[in-house]
């Protein structure tokens, strides 16, 4: 199975900025469409960002409306790593991000939790004002 395991949460001023990272295993990683997403205290988790495996779509990237512009998605197959580099950070960007791996790929469904097979368990941000 896939582990994920989040790192690069904080507190930070409105307006900073901060480089989540998303460390995989396993030796297909580069195979799965890779995905951010968070979660604040009385909401529903929100989809943030994606990025598709280069075998299904070229790297094709994904953003909520909320945080394009100001986010970037990025993964780097030969660490196994994917990246959330978040700028222009809003106290509403206060969150548990989680990364999640998906072994298919839909643009109808990236956006959607329901696609993902595998979580990490998160890491905290926050963004004071």
């Known amino acids: 199975q896939v582990q994920l395991v989040e790192s690069g949460g904080g507190l930070v001023q409105a307006g900073g900025s901060l480089r989540l990272s998303c460390a995989a295993s396993g030796r297909t990683f580069s195979n799965y469409a890779m995905g951010w997403f968070r979660q604040a205290p009385g909401q529903e988790r929100e989809f943030v960002a994606a990025?598709?495996?280069?075998?299904?779509?070229?790297?094709?990237?994904h953003y909520a409306d909320s945080v394009k512009g100001r986010f970037t998605i990025s993964r780097d197959n030969v660490k196994n790593m994917v990246y959330l580099q978040m700028n222009s950070l809003k106290s509403e960007d206060t969150a548990v991000y989680s990364c999640?791996?998906?072994?298919?790929?839909?643009?109808?469904?990236?956006?959607?939790?329901?696609?993902?097979?595998?979580w990490g368990q998160g890491t905290q941000v926050t963004v004071s004002s």
């Open positions: 999640a791996a998906a072994a298919t790929y839909s643009i109808v469904r990236i956006r959607s939790t329901d696609l993902y097979d595998y």
């Open positions: 990025i598709a495996a280069i075998t299904w779509s070229g790297s094709r990237t």
